[in-house]
Nanobody, 123 residues
Framework: QVQLVESGGGLVQAGGSLRLSCAAS????????MAWFRQAPGKEREFVAGIGWSSTTDYADSVKGRFTISRDNAKNTMYLQMNSLKPEDTAVYYC?????????????????WGQGTQVTVSS
């Protein structure tokens, strides 16, 4: 059974940092793109950052320069380092894996999803 499990969310003050982790089990994703999405209350799920199998990366404009995505294929784990957090970053953050092989910001292209982890940034 394939599982993606996020961790590392929490409550932080504006300007602070958090590091999210996404641990995969049930199969290896070293050859697959993975991504982070987020969904705030009353809003649609949106792309945050993605990383390809060769470690190419893509970021939403709203997080460029503040967030860094990375992966450790030996651990089958993906990370999201979030710095200079803002109240508008408050959301449930989800990790996802795309079995098709290409990095895309479209949530519908992702096949596996984690359960989400809450990130709350206070002002």
């Amino acid at each position: 059974q394939v599982q993606l499990v996020e961790s590392g969310g929490g409550l932080v003050q504006a300007g602070g940092s958090l590091r999210l982790s996404c641990a995969a089990s049930g199969r290896t994703f070293s050859r697959n793109p993975m991504a982070w999405f987020r969904q705030a209350p009353g809003k649609e799920r949106e792309f945050v950052a993605g990383i390809g199998w060769s470690s190419t990366t893509d970021y939403a404009d709203s997080v460029k320069g503040r967030f860094t995505i990375s992966r450790d294929n030996a651990k089958n784990t993906m990370y999201l380092q979030m710095n200079s957090l803002k109240p508008e970053d408050t959301a449930v953050y989800y990790c996802a894996a795309n079995m098709a092989g290409w990095l895309t910001p479209r949530s519908g292209e992702y096949d596996y999803w984690g359960q989400g982890t809450q990130v709350t940034v206070s002002s």
